[in-house]
């Protein structure tokens, strides 16, 4: 058997029924809170990294990306390993598990003579359409030459939709050289 | 060229006091809303329109803490699409937002804005009826929410009118009855005449000097200061802020009156209620906190160092107490939850309607005893009579309470 507890609301005492004084409190901490603002003081605004107007962080001007998350998914890149060469061997395992269809890859042979002609592949073509992509870096799961990667950019902006289309250049501009993850291409090792 | 002259005056006077002082600060108080809101809640407010010097290829926009918000306001309520639903009263739908905006700026024709610039008074009309105009004129705000809420042909909108005009009339007695104390005092119903009277002898409920410091004010003191609450609340009741906005209440009723208005209409509406705003503020400060005067005997000195500017500064000290008195409702706004609707009427007609009575017969009582016109038994026949009055008046109101639960507590027969 539970134990019931019977509750009593507890009854309004006289200086409550008043109103007046208990309204005046209000203003109290109201007005608290507007002078703390006023003077950079607002409560957690250290803990926000705001500027204390408020506990708001006034975006453009402060940003957070000191305090980014490792996992934090951003737009997706391309990577080159530490010989520069492209990781990307165009499988398209990416462009079938994209699932608002934002990548398109164009495969390219390597050709023969080329230094790394026996890696065999790799995009003649590679756009993603940032409009259409949602940060979900399935991409990244499904890779399996660790090619591609969902960076800390999140500031994806354009004026128009074929800005808004990253290709080959720009991912390999974003994602820039990873260094020290699989090297099964690599002769060094 | 000569009878020309009153009426450039006059003109000047309208245009200065209308347009250049009143529609910029209802303008503004609306960015005061935002960033006092904003402040209270810890958060920024507007803090960006400014001068789009980017545009012109600079590299950055001025912003002077996003104090040209309402002008950007204004602009979109202009350029927005003026829309009118097909099943609204035409008439009456184009009718209502002039209703509401019109009495407000009429209203502030009496309000004394400062003592005197080269001669002229700086009051548009300076009436010998001040208040009583104030009254008549803001009872007529009334017919445009109810208006707009009735010919929105709408649900919502006809509730939102509807409490409206019941809260504006209920509380229209209580402001009205509260104010006769006052005006018992002054014995004078030009507002000019008040604060200049104020300015010499104490402030209404501040009175520290000249005849201020006599007996019968100090015991007035008391009945002026009952007054000055009740009439404050009861202007907050009247132009629909907060702790009483439920006309427009948009937890229960979307948006209220103005649901089905867009555009430059509705623009006409929300700044109505902030002018209706300015004037209660306007009036109370009149009334009670001595208008344009400095107070603690400086306006003599005022008169004498600046001569002919004396009205300027007055103008400015009352502009002063009118932006504090508007930060104070904007206060008052994000502090207070919204009343129910029964605790309103339960408010105005069972505690303000009886204490203002109450407070009037006081009011006379003390008057009378200090003017020396009574003997010490009509003195205590007079006292016996508003001990009766008050006591009968409590008992009235406790019943009426008691009725009103009792009818909360027993579901409605149908």
Request: charged share 20%.
């Amino acid at each position: 058997m539970a134990k019931v507890t019977k509750l009593t609301r507890p009854e309004l005492s006289k200086s409550d029924e008043v109103y007046l004084i208990g309204i005046f409190k209000g203003t109290l901490v109201t007005l608290k809170h507007a002078f703390k603002s006023v003077f950079g003081k607002s409560r957690g605004a250290e803990s926000l990294n705001s500027t204390g107007l408020g506990v708001t962080m006034q975006y453009p001007e402060e940003k957070w990306d000191d305090e980014l998350p490792e996992y934090y998914r951003g737009a997706p890149a391309l990577v080159t390993d530490e010989q520069d060469r492209e990781r990307c061997v165009s499988c398209q395992l990416c462009e079938f598990i994209c699932p608002p269809k934002a990548i398109q890859i164009i495969p390219g042979e390597i050709p023969e003579g080329d230094e790394w002609a026996k890696v065999e592949k790799r995009p003649k073509e590679f756009d993603i359409d940032m409009i259409r992509c949602i940060y979900c870096g399935l991409c990244e799961e499904v890779c399996p030459e660790q090619a591609i990667y969902l960076r800390k950019d999140y500031a994806i902006t354009g004026t128009s939709r074929e800005e808004m289309i990253h290709n080959k250049e720009r991912l390999y501009e974003i994602g820039g050289k990873r260094v020290g993850l699989v090297n099964k291409w690599n002769d060094l090792k | 060229m000569e009878s020309l002259i009153p009426i450039i005056i006059i003109l000047a006077k309208v245009i200065g006091i209308t347009f250049v002082l009143t529609l910029p600060i209802i303008a503004y108080s609306v960015y005061a809303e935002r960033r006092f809101a904003a402040v209270i809640q810890d958060r920024v407010g507007p803090n960006r329109t400014g001068i789009p010097l980017t545009i012109f290829g600079f590299k950055k926009d001025i912003s002077f803490f996003g104090l040209l918000q309402p002008l950007a306001d204004g602009l979109k309520f202009i350029l927005k699409e003026d829309f009118v639903p097909s099943h609204v009263n035409k008439f009456f739908f184009w009718l209502a937002p002039a209703l509401t905006m019109v009495p407000a700026l009429v209203t502030l024709s009496v309000v004394p804005f400062g003592s005197t610039l080269f001669g002229e008074k700086l009051v548009i009309a300076d009436a010998s009826v001040g208040p009583l105009l104030i009254f008549a004129i803001a009872s007529l705000s009334v017919y445009g929410i109810t208006i707009a809420g009735w010919a929105s042909n709408n649900k919502y909108s006809f509730f939102g009118g509807v409490r409206s005009c019941a809260q504006m009339i209920s509380y229209e007695i209580a402001l009205g009855l509260s104010v006769i104390p006052v005006l018992m005092h002054f014995g004078d119903l030009n507002l000019s005449n008040i604060v200049a009277e104020q300015a010499k002898n104490g402030w209404l409920i501040l009175p520290l000097w000249g005849e201020g410091l006599t007996t019968e004010r100090m015991l007035l003191w008391i009945p002026m200061i009952i007054s000055f609450f009740i009439f404050t609340i009861s202007i907050f009741a009247e132009t629909n802020r907060m702790p009483f906005d439920l006309p427009e209440c948009e937890t229960e009723l979307v948006g209220g009156y103005h649901t089905e208005y867009s555009s430059m209409k509705f623009a006409l509406f929300f700044l109505g209620e902030y002018a209706a705003m300015i004037v209660g503020s306007a009036l109370i400060v009149t009334l009670f906190l001595g208008g344009w005067s400095i107070g603690f005997g400086a306006d003599a000195w005022v008169f004498e160092t600046f001569g002919d500017w004396a009205g300027l500064i007055h103008l400015g000290v009352f502009l002063a107490k009118l932006v504090a008195f508007i930060l104070f409702f904007i206060l008052i706004r994000w502090t207070v939850p919204r009343f129910r609707y029964d605790q309103l009427m339960k408010l105005g007609w069972v505690v303000f309607f009886e204490a203002a009575l109450i407070n009037i017969l006081i009011a006379a009582l003390i008057m009378t005893y200090n003017r020396g016109q009574l003997s010490n038994i009509e003195l205590a026949g007079a006292t016996a009579g508003v001990v009766i009055f008050s006591v009968v008046m409590f008992y009235i109101a406790k019943s009426l309470d008691r009725m009103l639960a009792s009818d909360a507590e027993t579901p409605a027969k149908s």
